[in-house]
């Protein structure tokens, strides 16, 4: 019994064991088989997951594209087919999911024949508006009350079948549009098979529909204008999307939850695969519910064999395996050492040792929170790796040695002489710690950003460092996402500088047609009698400043957000700015019948340094829109210092409006000063404005260190006070004169004979320049391009040059250099003409050799004022008959005045001999007062200022008898 019961202990003290060995290696390899499928599926979800929101974006794009293009709609009514062609045409190239956009305009059934005879005028001679037959043929179509035909198409060629086809003949898209008009949002057809399609894949048309009025379902549908309908090829969008990404092994398909069971299916990668209905054969799938306009469409993915084989992972088997061959090799030692009871001790107490090792490094590896330990042994050059270590760069425990040159082989070649160098500052002391960020090889063959840390922990007897510990934590996604931060930054300067770029051309564009519609506009408000033609020519000037002050608001919005805002101090005069704006704004405050109530306290400093340009941009911005929206009761301007350092000349500056208007509701006062944005309910029809005037206000006065506040209640008016700090204050007082705020009249003006050269590549900029230099007597030749002036500029001495900069063959810089190295025309003035408008061209025209610039559209008092600097001229107002000029009695030297009447009157006259011509007459009247006023000649004087009126008349015959009278002044004179 004793033997059996021994036998039986032995048995069971190796049985035992290999029980417990196998449990733990089954529970093992569960557990790791159940973290592999969860890794697996959380992976699969992560792919599909980017696919999905790709997606998403994707078919959000094409319903942002049709809305830009029904905006068109809404600024121009309906558009010319050829701008609607331009617009539309830049999206195809980016977007090849699209096969067409169009503009479907509902037509009544009585405007049918009128659509379809003005659309084959347009070059579409087979047009006309057609339904499918029962067997699928065109035909035209039935009468119906209204239709919804492509009437814009782009592009034509590809979709000639589809223009003229009315959608309202089919129950889809019939459904879609009255959907789209009731709800007043985007609506979508189920599947359809597109008339132009030529593969297999299906279709679909989104409707955005253009309203007169949307705001109720009767005003829709009694107001509803049309459609823009984008024709979208499913397929070639899914396409777009996954091109991108890696979907080998993976299905996918799309659903229209929303349409009929027969009709969901809008596009399988693997039309042979499992559904979203049937059973799932597979572990992994992934499903998301997509919004596209009005449609609900769901998302499936699923795995193939394909995949499984591609990313089976076999962790749990090797588990399972070393299991069991650890369980078998287990009870063969146990067996052969049941009967070695000291060696089994002793190794009892190495593996005790062992295990107590290996608890401190396990103490140290939960330290470093989930980082890769290692431990190195500088002496030996042995280096632990830690479980967590090789795992994080795909490693398992057994595939990486104890060996240092396992890490030194994996640092990157770029990395590692600056990983040792840090090591070694560490080592010698000059550091308190180890840290460097190094390039890691994984297994996968890619490189890995590591945080590589540590700390000398042990040393020898004799001091030398001993045990070198530390620890790896993988920073990869920080170093991306900071080279994806630094390609974003990369990205968003070039998207500004193309932006610039674009405002640039956009401006130049623009202020070409510009320069002729408003110089042409101000010369006919001159020339017109008639008031209603006055007014039309009025209505133009006034439209085309409008827009001109909304390219100029645009600009400035840019400068500021590019940083490229300059702000000018000078000294100004507060009081001056502040009743010139008053007056600017009298009359249309008189025409409201409202009260203006200007206020200044005593003590306001009689000059300040501030940008007075600025600063007037932001008054005449608030003030108008004081104006704009009070319809009765007061405006009020009101200013006061608070001064603030006596011995600095500092003061803070504030400038209070206040009206009694329509007011401003709290929870709109916030977002007003935004770009683009206007009062909530606000008519732009009666007021209306872009939302760029109050941003640029609040942005140059926070420029000037101030800032603007409103305090405001609807319908009882709004206060916006103006807030400028630390103003410097001039204590000299002294009136300053700037010639430069003269203001020309061209009926007023006359110039001392003088001879300009015209510069612009545009003929209708030179014949607008012309036409104003020669009303007030300046002479004018003209050339298209830079080499043709240089010709001209020999044969005839300009005393003036106006320079366009960009035209063909040289431009105006080129021009101007090659005239300015000719010392013989250093002194001509050189004025660029140039409908560049931004602070570097400015910057560059100027550093060119330039005498100034105008910026185009030309404005006729800033040309005059240019002029002025460089010609002589003379108002019209100053002539008058009280001028001080002395008789011919008290002239002392008669007989020189009458020399210089024979010698520089008497041969211009031999030109007005014969025929009349207006210009010479003009130009013997101006010489003539030159003389008089030159030498004091009243006589003279009076005689040129008559003749003078006479042309400007055209009064042909009292010019014919002011010159016989002057023949018989001459005789007289010489008679004395």
Known sequence: MDINHKRYKKRFGIGFPIVIALAITIILFINVRKSELEHQELLFEHRTEVIVQALSKKINTYIDILYSIESLFKEDQVPERKKFNIVVKQWFDRYKAIQGISWNPKILYEEKDHYETLARKEQYPDFFIKELDIEGNMKPVSKRDAYFPPYYMEPYKGNEKALGFDLASNPIRLQALEKSIDTGKPTATSRIKLVQEKGNQFGVLIFIPNFGDDTTLQSRRKTIKGFIVGILRIGDIIKSVTNDFDLKGIDLHLYDMSAPTE?????????????????????????????????????????????????????????????????????????????????????????????????????????????????????????????????????????????????????????????????????????????NEQRILCKDGTYKWILDRGKIVEWTEDLKPLRFIGTHTDIDEQVQAEERLKLAKIEAEEANQAKSEFLANMSHEIRTPMNAVIGFSELLDKLIKEDKLRNYVNAINTSAKTLLNLINDIL???????????????????????????????????????????????????????????????????????????????????????????????????ISIEDTGIGIPPEQQKIIFESFRQQEGQSTRKYGGTGLGLTISKKLIEMMNGFITIASEKGKGSIFKITILNVDVVNNTEQILDNNKTFFDIEKVLFEPANVLVVDDIEMNRDLIKEILTNVGIKVFEAEDGEKALFLLNEFKPDLILMDIRMPVMDGFEATRRIKENQKNINIPIIALTALASTNDQEKIMKSGFDGYISKPVIVNELFKNLSRYLKYYIKEDLKDDFDITQKDDFEDLDKVIQIVQNELIPITETLKGALEIENVEYFAKKMLEIAMKNHIKILFDFSKQLIEQTEAFDIEGIANTLNRFKILIESHKKM
Not at 392 to 419: F, S, T
Not at 581 to 593: G, H, L, R, S, T
């Open 263 to 435: 009709l969901r299916m809008l596009y399988s990668s693997n039309p042979n695969q499992i559904n979203y209905n049937d059973s799932k054969p597979f572990l992994l799938n992934f499903q998301k519910d997509l919004v596209f306009a009005d449609k609900n469409w769901l998302i499936y993915f699923q795995p193939n064999i394909y995949y499984f084989n591609k990313y089976e992972i076999l962790s749990s088997w090797a588990v399972l395996f070393c299991g069991l061959l650890f369980t078998t090799l287990l009870g063969f030692f146990l067996f052969m050492l049941i009967n070695r009871a000291d060696t089994i001790e002793r190794i009892v107490s190495k593996r005790t040792e062992e295990l107590s090792i290996a608890n401190k490094r396990w103490q140290f590896a939960l330290e470093g929170s989930k980082n890769g330990v290692w431990d190195w042994n500088i002496i030996t050059n042995e280096v632990y790796f830690s479980p967590m270590w090789k795992k994080m760069l795909g490693y398992e425990v057994n595939e990486i040695k104890d060996d240092l040159r396992e890490w030194e082989k994996r640092v990157h070649p770029d990395d590692l002489e600056k990983a040792y160098i840090d090591v070694k500052k560490h080592i010698s002391g000059e550091t308190e710690y180890y840290q």
């Open 556 to 654: 400035d919005l840019s400068k500021i957000e590019a940083g490229r805002m300059k702000i000018h101090n000078e000294e100004v005069n507060l009081r001056t700015i502040l009743e010139e704006v008053a007056q600017i704004f009298q009359m249309k405050i008189d025409e409201k019948n409202l009260k203006l109530i200007y206020i200044t306290c005593e003590d306001l400093p009689e000059l300040i340094i501030l940008d007075e340009t600025r600063l007037r941009q932001v008054l005449l911005n608030i003030v108008g829109n004081a104006v704009k929206f009070t319809d009765q009761g007061y405006i009020k301007i009101s200013a006061y210092q608070e001064a603030i350092d006596f011995k600095e000349g500092k003061t803070n500056i504030h």
